[in-house]
């Protein structure tokens, strides 16, 4: 249900993303197309104004009927029937375009019937330090005598500067598409090699159980024989064999336990906890199975916590125990809590060998372990300080870890004020 429930919210955001682009782009479109609308009126008039003043200055009647024409989006034809002087002309053009605001490149030439051809070419363009074109080449108009030709080569340019805003919208957008499109495929990638690697850890996992199962079964049943328990050195080896049975076994049920919380809820029982019993009742716990340990606790015995107990307890075994996987000889461990006006903080100090800066920040990250030379001695799969973070998220609490000054590291649990 939840998977269905994610695909059509990821189907709904592509369809909604891409209906929004085909939009913005419609909409570019047409504000394109009515600026190219108001480009050509604009030319238009100008052009009719040019030929006024040009039949004003030859003293002969201006007549608008048939004066204009328009070949392309950026080619235009005026039918005088009338003298034309360039120098005129050009200063026409210039004059009427800038009142029109028609800033951009143009190039005209006129119509000379002697010779049959498109005379007094020029190009002008609005930066003064442009270099002139030479070769300026005009169509000949069929049935025309005296008339001129204005072509805007950069018509197309000029008209998208005046649509920035509307091309950036459209570019921002493709690239919010983009962006989605990436960011779904990565998120399908992940939560492929998700499932592919907790298929891979259950089936594993339940194929170690059934051998093991009956391996304990065996060793059980041998250590209770009469001759295996009169033999001293046999009784000791079925004691081994007996004990890491039991050890690989939970450590098979550790790793299921994590498999089957990254596939359900896991859900969470709070209660009214004293920090102080909770960090004490461990605190011996740990302390019967390390008689070299040393654990000072400095816990306010009046903070309380609304938690988890299994769980909670289970955080604090965990660290106390990955504190003296990575420590020497005679481990030493301080607990110590600090209150301040946001909430409280619950510090785990070792004495240990501390972690590598470029390896601190992936320590909670699932089966990460340390690359070094204590790694083929020290027991373990990358999953206790994993599911600790886990856990402490799901109470919505904050860890972090930092290499102490001297020697160790610091993981620090900060539990805000409810």
Same mark, same amino acid.
Request: charge should be negative.
């Given at each position: 249900?939840?998977?269905?429930?994610?695909?059509?919210?990821?189907?709904?955001?592509?369809?909604?993303?891409?209906?929004?682009?085909?939009?913005?782009?419609?909409?570019?479109?047409?504000?394109?197309?009515?600026?190219?609308?108001?480009?050509?009126?604009?030319?238009?008039?100008?052009?009719?104004?040019?030929?006024?003043?040009? +039949?004003?200055?030859?003293?002969?009647?201006?007549?608008?009927?048939?004066?204009?024409?328009?070949?392309?989006?950026? +080619?235009?034809?005026?039918?005088?029937?009338?003298?034309?002087?360039?120098?005129?002309?050009?200063?026409?053009?210039?004059?009427?375009?800038?009142?029109?605001?028609?800033?951009?490149?143009?190039?005209?030439?006129? +119509?000379?019937?002697?010779?049959?051809?498109?005379?007094?070419?020029?190009?002008?363009?609005?930066?003064?330090?442009?270099?002139?074109?030479?070769?300026?080449?005009?169509?000949?108009?069929?049935?025309?005598?005296?008339?001129?030709?204005?072509?805007?080569?950069?018509?197309?340019?000029?008209?998208?500067?005046?649509?920035?805003?509307?091309?950036?919208?459209? !570019?921002?957008?493709?690239?919010?598409?983009?962006? +989605?499109?990436?960011?779904?495929?990565?998120?399908?990638?992940?939560?492929?090699?998700?499932?592919?690697?907790?298929?891979?850890?259950?089936?594993?996992?339940?194929?170690?159980?059934?051998?093991?199962?009956?391996?304990?079964?065996?060793?059980?049943?041998?250590?209770?024989?009469?001759?295996?328990?009169?033999?001293?050195?046999?009784?000791?080896?079925?004691?081994?064999?007996?004990?890491?049975?039991?050890?690989?076994?939970?450590?098979?049920?550790?790793?299921?336990?994590?498999?089957?919380?990254?596939?359900?809820?896991?859900?969470?029982?709070?209660?009214?906890?004293?920090?102080?019993?909770?960090?004490?009742?461990?605190?011996?716990?740990?302390?019967?199975?390390?008689?070299?340990?040393?654990?000072?606790?400095?816990?306010?015995?009046?903070?309380?916590?609304?938690?988890?107990?299994?769980?909670?307890?289970?955080?604090?075994?965990?660290?106390?125990?990955?504190?003296?996987?990575?420590?020497?000889?005679?481990?030493?461990?301080?607990?110590?809590?600090?209150?301040?006006?946001?909430?409280?903080?619950?510090?785990?100090?070792?004495? !240990?060998?501390?972690?590598?800066?470029?390896?601190?920040?992936?320590?909670?990250d699932k089966f990460y372990r340390v690359s070094d030379k204590r790694m083929d001695t020290v027991e373990g799969f990358g999953l206790g300080l994993y599911y600790v973070k886990k856990i402490i998220q799901k109470h919505k609490?904050?860890?972090?870890?930092?290499?102490?000054?001297?020697?160790?590291?610091?993981?620090s649990i900060f539990i805000p004020n409810k």
């Amino acid at each position: 249900m939840k998977i269905n429930r994610l695909n059509s919210i990821i189907l709904l955001g592509l369809v909604a993303t891409i209906g929004i682009l085909i939009a913005q782009l419609v909409w570019t479109y047409k504000a394109f197309t009515l600026e190219e609308k108001k480009f050509s009126q604009k030319v238009h008039i100008a052009l009719l104004e040019v030929a006024r003043e040009i +039949y004003e200055n030859n003293e002969h009647e201006f007549s608008e009927k048939d004066l204009i024409q328009k070949v392309s989006n950026d +080619y235009y034809v005026v039918n005088l029937n009338d003298h034309i002087d360039p120098a005129l002309l050009e200063h026409y053009l210039k004059k009427e375009f800038t009142k029109y605001n028609i800033i951009t490149d143009f190039e005209y030439a006129i +119509y000379d019937c002697e010779n049959d051809e498109m005379m007094y070419g020029k190009y002008i363009s609005v930066q003064e330090d442009a270099e002139p074109k030479k070769e300026i080449e005009f169509e000949k108009q069929i049935d025309l005598v005296y008339y001129f030709a204005v072509r805007f080569p950069q018509e197309k340019s000029y008209l998208l500067s005046s649509l920035t805003f509307w091309l950036i919208l459209s !570019g921002v957008l493709m690239g919010i598409l983009v962006i +989605y499109v990436y960011s779904i495929y990565t998120l399908i990638q992940q939560k492929k090699y998700s499932e592919l690697q907790r298929d891979f850890i259950n089936n594993m996992t339940h194929e170690f159980k059934t051998p093991l199962s009956s391996i304990l079964l065996a060793s059980n049943s041998l250590s209770n024989q009469k001759a295996i328990q009169e033999n001293e050195k046999l009784n000791t080896y079925a004691e081994i064999i007996t004990q890491q049975g039991k050890k690989l076994n939970h450590h098979i049920e550790r790793i299921l336990n994590v498999a089957r919380n990254d596939e359900f809820a896991m859900e969470l029982n709070p209660v009214n906890l004293n920090l102080s019993e909770i960090i004490n009742q461990t605190k011996k716990s740990v302390e019967a199975k390390y008689p070299n340990l040393k654990i000072q606790v400095d816990v306010d015995t009046t903070i309380h916590l609304w938690a988890d107990e299994f769980h909670f307890t289970n955080v604090v075994h965990n660290l106390l125990d990955n504190s003296i996987k990575y420590s020497d000889d005679n481990p030493e461990i301080q607990i110590r809590s600090t209150r301040s006006k946001n909430g409280i903080q619950l510090d785990f100090k070792d004495s !240990g060998i501390g972690i590598p800066e470029k390896n601190l920040s992936f320590i909670f990250d699932k089966f990460y372990r340390v690359s070094d030379k204590r790694m083929d001695t020290v027991e373990g799969f990358g999953l206790g300080l994993y599911y600790v973070k886990k856990i402490i998220q799901k109470h919505k609490w904050k860890i972090s870890a930092k290499n102490n000054p001297e020697k160790g590291i610091k993981i620090s649990i900060f539990i805000p004020n409810k």
